[in-house]
């Protein structure tokens, strides 16, 4: 957390990378609850390498049962060791100590406000509990404190579009995989795929395409290409996230898409010359991904009021950035993965507010807590081929 970058990114690969990912996960999800519980045993927990392995020790001890005690605090305090042999020994004292206290510190757990006890911030629950009522909110939030199972995609026609896969599995193992035979992507994603209505022959830009999952099914629901009309292009600001991008399409024989680096709120229509104007445009936009918070668990870390509203500042740019793209009849799908109404419905509102030739045909909101998979926003805006006549 303190580095800012996504756990996953962090994990090196190894013949441990999938332990250690559940315990990085399982850590970042219930922060707050393991900083409770080591704030009842310590004056101040110690921040950097140190408080890093009192957390994963203690999430071993108190939320990993599967892990035997004396390998949680031997293996903790060996790691400890590495960075200090002085701190390895408060490292070991208080494992030992909360090892002791274990049961109490639970079952003390058990009585904490919801923020302490669910690990979430209560700025974040504060919006929620005002929307979601206490029961369902509570909800929320243990749901995003489970584990995210791995979801495989397929293309139209397959006898099963989506497939869970077991805790653990690893995705380039599965057959298929090399041949490009599926991608990995939650269910939640079909409401804006379904809401843009591609088609052969149409011009299509997914306008935050990386890394990719959502362009490699729509050019598996597109076909391949079909005349000069046919267009697929795949726009994204970083280069980093550009070559994740590419390597899905290749994998998926999608090598036909066009792809592009450029940024949506800084003149996209330099990077997309000389396509467009697109009949189909899917706007999936960076937001503060409250919706997929099982998946991101450190995302709720980062969330703030402030981070919101910058965001959605940025999110409003991109929207006419993209309505400028769009073809007179064409449709614009606006997504997120976030919960909030500020990224949401009311960025539909100040759109339209401005642009009475646009009309919304279609809004798919989708809940952790009702739907059973990630948290989604999608919303099909149109323009008119020719603005009405005022009355």
């Known amino acids: 957390m303190e580095t800012g970058d996504f756990p996953d990114r962090l994990i090196p690969d190894g013949p441990d990378r999938a332990f250690v990912t559940d315990l990085v996960y399982t850590a970042v999800r219930h922060q707050r609850a393991l900083q409770w519980a080591l704030g009842r045993l310590m004056a101040k927990v110690p921040k950097g390498e140190t408080g890093a392995a009192l957390l994963a020790g203690a999430c071993q001890l108190l939320l990993m049962p599967s892990v035997a005690d004396y390998a949680a605090v031997n293996e903790t305090v060996e790691a400890a060791k590495l960075a200090s042999r002085q701190t390895a020994g408060l490292v070991n004292a208080v494992l030992r100590n909360l090892q002791r206290q274990r049961e109490t510190l639970l079952a003390d757990l058990a009585r904490q406000p919801l ?116 267009q697929l292009v795949a726009l994204d600001l970083y280069e980093d996230r550009l070559a994740t991008l590419r390597a899905n399409l290749a994998r998926t024989r999608q090598t036909w898409v066009e792809v592009r680096q450029g940024d949506l709120t800084e003149n996209p229509q330099a990077a997309l010359a000389p396509f467009g104007p697109f009949d189909r445009i899917l706007l999936d936009a960076p937001c503060s991904n409250t919706g997929v918070l099982r998946r991101r668990p450190d995302a709720r870390w980062r969330w703030t009021t402030k981070r919101m509203r910058a965001l959605a500042e940025t999110q409003a740019r991109m929207l006419e950035s993209c309505l400028a793209l769009l073809a007179p009849g064409g449709r614009l799908v606006y997504s997120t993965c976030s919960l909030e109404h500020e990224e949401n419905r009311r960025q539909i509102t100040l759109l339209r507010n401005t642009h009475p030739d646009v009309a919304c045909v279609g809004v798919e909101e989708r809940i952790p807590t009702r739907s059973q998979t990630d948290g989604a926003f999608a919303c099909a805006l149109e323009r008119q081929a020719q603005a009405s006549a005022p009355r």
């Open 115 to 230: 923020g302490v006890r669910l690990s979430h911030p209560d700025a974040l629950l504060t919006r929620w509990l005002k929307r979601f009522g206490a029961e369902e909110t509570a909800a929320l939030c243990a749901w995003n404190n489970t584990p995210a199972e791995t979801t495989l995609a397929y293309p139209p026609g397959a006898p099963a579009p989506f497939v869970p896969l077991p805790h653990g599995t690893r995705v380039e193992s599965l057959p298929d995989f090399a041949e490009g035979g599926f991608i990995v992507q939650d269910p939640a994603t079909q409401a804006a795929l379904d809401l843009l209505d591609v088609r052969p022959g149409q011009r299509v830009l997914d306008a935050c395409a990386a890394p990719g999952g959502k362009t490699v099914q729509l050019a598996w629901r597109m076909g391949p290409p079909a005349g000069p009309d046919h």
